[in-house]
């Protein structure tokens, strides 16, 4: 390949996916996994989550002359593998070669984190509410506040990328920054696992915020002024009400009536008269058939950790589980099924995604 002033010539767009797409499969073939970006129309992102990410991207000066390029890249295509783990992204992005892009994320410091939980606590109702942006207002904006919110400033980040641009940001990298925005859209927990914290810390918070101070005395009395407007009447003063109290003393007490023998003899009794009606029946209560009584599975294979899993959050979705199990979607089902056979788990479907509760 000839180069011109250091740089290999301009490749089509089309030629450059067809190699990556040859060398993505070579690579599958070996058992690496392989989650290219795909963006379907011009909005790299659609969700509360994926939006936020690519707004803060671009909310930084450092990034201005880069990013153009790299949402073409993303556009179309050329991001062909893009995988994240604890901190770190791997990626692959097709250009004139194929290039390695590898971007490394600090984790969030642990006072902003319990800073964020405590501004957020009470406004959260669930983990899924959570992921699926259902927040109330201030929550966003709270977890996007630039220099101690959720999402990751310049200084947190790190890239790498074997092209031979020089630059700090190259297109390659910027290219994978809006893919991750994209990969949000299907996958909003990625975040949490990127910035090392747990999304169920923001539900705990809530009970952590109520006071437990138990009440004073004089917070049980009410002012008389209190009692007056809460009931619509007019209270005396205390001088007034000890003088009403002192003349009534003063007045004369009246004799007691004298007892008479009609007093003495017992009340009579009404007879009873019997009910017409009759008594309505009432239904059984309905038969709880609980399910069988299995031990809890134990050991390292998938099905013990998923069970695990399920136990520490309490909340599981499928997405969830894949990421924190690092395993494909596919063996996830059956796994969730025999959870809800054994009586270890329930199944809602409050949205498109199913959701399992630990019993």
Excluded at 209 to 224: C, E, F, V, Y
Excluded at 267 to 277: D, E, G, H, Q
Aim: proline share 8%; net charge positive.
């Amino acid at each position: 390949m000839s180069y011109y002033e250091g740089w290999p010539p301009y490749v089509p767009v089309a030629e450059r996916r067809r190699k990556a797409a040859a060398q993505m499969a070579k690579r599958a073939k070996k058992g690496h996994p392989v989650c290219p970006v795909i963006i379907e129309g011009r909005a790299i992102a659609t969700t509360s989550w994926g939006k936020a990410w690519c707004t803060n991207l671009e909310a930084y000066a450092d990034y201005a002359n880069r990013l153009p390029r790299g949402r073409t890249y993303a556009r179309n295509g050329s991001v062909v593998d893009l995988q994240l783990r604890d901190g770190r992204m791997e990626a692959h992005v097709s250009g004139s070669s194929l290039y390695t892009t590898t971007i490394t994320v600090k984790p969030v410091i642990a006072a902003h984190w319990k800073a964020i939980c405590t501004d957020c606590a009470g406004s959260i109702a669930s983990v899924v509410d959570l992921l699926q942006g259902r927040l109330a207002d201030g929550v966003m904006p709270r977890l996007c506040r630039q220099g101690d919110g959720l999402f990751p400033t310049p200084k947190d980040l790190h890239f790498a990328c074997s092209c031979p641009d020089d630059a700090r940001m190259c297109k390659h990298v910027a290219a994978v920054l809006y893919g991750i925005g994209n990969r949000l859209d299907k996958q909003p927990d990625l975040l949490f696992t990127l910035r090392g914290v747990n999304p169920a810390d923001l539900i705990a918070s809530a009970g952590a915020s109520l006071s437990t101070a138990a009440p004073t005395d004089s917070d049980r009395i009410l002012a008389d002024n209190d009692l007056g407007a809460l009931f619509g009447l007019e209270m005396e003063s205390g001088a007034a009400a000890t003088a009403t109290a002192g003349s009534a003393a003063a007045e004369p007490v009246a004799p007691k009536r004298r007892r008479s023998k009609k007093d003495d003899q017992p009340p009579k009794r009404v007879a009873r008269v019997p009910s017409t009606t009759k008594p309505i029946p009432r239904r059984p209560a309905p038969t709880v058939i609980h399910p069988p009584a299995v031990a809890p599975p134990r050991g390292q294979g998938l099905y013990p950790r998923l069970y695990r899993l399920l136990r520490k959050y309490r909340i599981l979705t499928k997405a969830t589980a894949q990421v924190a199990l690092k395993v494909n979607a596919g063996v996830l089902p059956p796994l969730f099924k025999q959870l809800v056979k054994e009586g270890h788990a329930t199944v809602t479907s409050r949205t498109k995604e199913k959701v399992y509760h630990s019993v």
